[in-house]
């Protein structure tokens, strides 16, 4: 069992940054394969930003370039740093752990990129 939690969400103008961690407990992440989501009011879910129990990384298009992903595992801690945001950005952020047919949730921390 895997317990994430998720911090440092919140309000950010246009252009400005923010950086996300994602805490777990309950087991090592560095076997996971470790992922940000994000969703929007009447959007799908979509995946941000993944990286694998290798290291491999991979994001989604809107975000290259302006997104990181990264993993300290003396910490067990997954970061999300954001630069370049933009209102499109706006959503709840979730933090997810995945081993084989084990999927793990954190309860998410909102993003608000506005003005």
């Known amino acids: 069992q895997v317990q994430l939690v998720e911090s440092g969400g919140g309000l950010v103008q246009p252009g400005g940054s923010l950086r996300l961690s994602c805490v777990a407990s309950g087991s090592i992440i560095s076997i996971y394969h470790m992922t940000w989501y994000r969703q929007a009011p009447g959007k799908q879910r979509e995946s941000v930003a993944v990286i694998t129990s290798g290291g491999s990384t991979n994001y989604l298009d809107s975000v290259k370039g302006r997104f990181t992903i990264s993993r300290d595992n003396a910490k067990n801690t997954v970061y999300l740093q954001m630069n370049s945001l933009k209102p499109q950005d706006t959503a709840m952020y979730y933090c997810?752990?995945?081993?084989?047919?084990?999927?793990?949730w954190g309860q998410g921390t909102q993003v608000t990129v506005s003005s």
């Open positions: 997810n752990a995945l081993r084989t047919s084990y999927s793990y």
